[in-house]
């Protein structure tokens, strides 16, 4: 059975960075895009950034998050500079076998990892 586990999160003060990771196992990414989603307290899961090959991303993460992957590792990061108060949120991993912006599609999930941005 596949598993997801996101770990890296943490409290950082706004302009600053963190790397998410996504640990794989059980099976590979090689045949699925690899997606971020967040949610914040009270809102919907929202997509933050995807990959298979070429990189997907949210217009609020543009020139701000850069996600990519390691088959060797079997795993998928986001590395998240100028982070924003905004960014805060509990951040998932995903796996689907096409690319959506929305959570339909995505069948494996991890249980998140919690990004606090203070200001």
């Known amino acids: 059975q596949v598993q997801l586990e996101e770990s890296g999160g943490g409290l950082v003060q706004a302009g600053g960075s963190l790397r998410l990771s996504c640990q794989i196992s059980g099976g590979t990414f090689s045949s699925y895009f690899m997606a971020w989603f967040r949610q914040a307290p009270g809102m919907e899961r929202e997509f933050v950034a995807a990959i298979r090959w070429d990189p997907y991303y949210a217009e609020s993460v543009k020139g701000r998050f850069t996600i990519s992957r390691d088959a060797a590792k079997n795993a998928v990061y986001l590395q998240m500079d100028s982070l924003k108060p905004e960014d805060t949120a509990v951040y998932y991993c995903?796996?689907?076998?096409?690319?959506?912006?929305?959570?339909?599609?995505?069948?494996?999930w991890g249980q998140g990892t919690q990004v606090t941005v203070s200001s």
């Open positions: 995903a796996r689907a076998p096409f690319m959506s912006i929305t959570t339909t599609g995505y069948n494996v």
